[in-house]
């Protein structure tokens, strides 16, 4: 039993410290107020395929492994309690 707690710590440190890597490199989303005076369209080709850049795979990523987080943390209390 205490080689799966210190296999879960182990991958738990590492999702953690990915997870904050990975917030800390993307970019801010949102145009701010701006995009609502200007009516700015999300109609074009960049926002059609937004899944698909860099800025796409690591919100992907990021959901990912933020739901990892969750899952690791409620067993890892389940293991220790």
Known sequence: MDIIKNILLVIYGIV????????????????????TITG????????QNKGRTKEGRMKRWTIALGALFAVLAI??????F
């Open 40 to 47: 700015s369209s999300s109609n074009n080709f960049y926002n």
């Open 75 to 80: 067993a890892l209390s389940i293991f220790y």
């Open 16 to 35: 953690t410290i990915a997870l904050i890597i990975i917030t800390l490199i993307q970019t801010k989303e949102s145009s701010g107020t701006s995009s």
